[in-house]
């Protein structure tokens, strides 16, 4: 089933801004919006943000999602190692009716 | 606090069935639908389905129906999914994922290896 597009890898410098993309359609980004998720190595997954611009508690401030049409993007300020990790977008696709996940973003924290 | 605990690691073979459980602690079980995704190794997230542990209704990804199962037992605030006629391309780390406002809370994942 159609997924999300996501870039594969992402390369920024420690405490620079990373901004990472997720595009869908009006089926799933556009008309649910999406959900970011963050996995290190061996882990479960993360949530980050829900509902576009969303944070959990618990959440660093250093982590904001936004959407614009049928995209996605999530900005991680001032970088730091343990941000080094993979990232993933999902939302719910109302024509499949079936939850979708992008490809997972791959972020390297030189 | 709210924690999800999984069953441990499988090891099956081609043509056989796998149960994987997933104990809820630290909220009201019956209160938040229960996700289960897999991640093949090396590779990306992929959505199996939900049950609903109040009622036991359930909604499963196109890719799954026929093969996949989801139950629950409210009295130990478990839920389960079994899948079946396992091949190769199964092999992956199960996880279930509570649905608070999307996926909030993941178990650790189950390998499930599919192997002759």
């Known amino acids: 089933q159609a997924g999300l597009t996501q870039p594969p890898s992402v390369s920024k410098a420690l405490r620079q801004t990373a901004t990472l993309t997720c595009t869908g359609n009006s089926n799933n980004v556009g008309d649910q919006g999406a959900a970011w998720l963050q996995q290190h190595q061996d882990h479960p997954p993360k949530l980050l943000s829900y509902r576009d611009h969303n944070r959990p508690s618990g959440i660093s401030e250093r982590f904001s999602a936004s959407r614009s049409g049928n995209t996605a993007s999530l900005t991680i300020a001032g970088l730091q190692p343990e941000d080094e990790a993979d990232y993933y977008c999902s939302a719910w696709d109302s024509s499949l009716s079936a939850w979708v996940f992008g490809g997972g973003t791959k972020l390297t924290v030189l | 606090q709210v924690h999800l605990e999984q069953s441990g690691a499988e090891v099956k073979k081609p043509g056989a069935s796998v149960r994987v459980s997933c104990k809820a602690s630290g909220y009201s079980f019956t209160g938040y639908l229960v996700h289960w995704v897999r991640q093949a190794p090396g590779q990306g997230l992929e959505w199996m389905g939900w049950?609903?542990?109040?009622?036991?209704?359930?909604h499963f990804a196109q890719k799954f129906q026929g093969r996949v199962t989801m139950t629950r037992d409210t009295t130990i605030s478990t839920a389960y999914m079994e899948l079946s006629s396992l091949t190769s391309d199964d092999t992956a780390v199960y996880y279930c994922?509570?649905?608070?406002?999307?996926?909030?809370?993941w178990g650790q994942g189950t390998t499930v290896s599919v192997s002759s």
């Open positions: 994922a509570r649905d608070s406002e999307s996926f909030d809370v």
């Open positions: 049950i609903t542990p109040n009622s036991g209704g359930t």
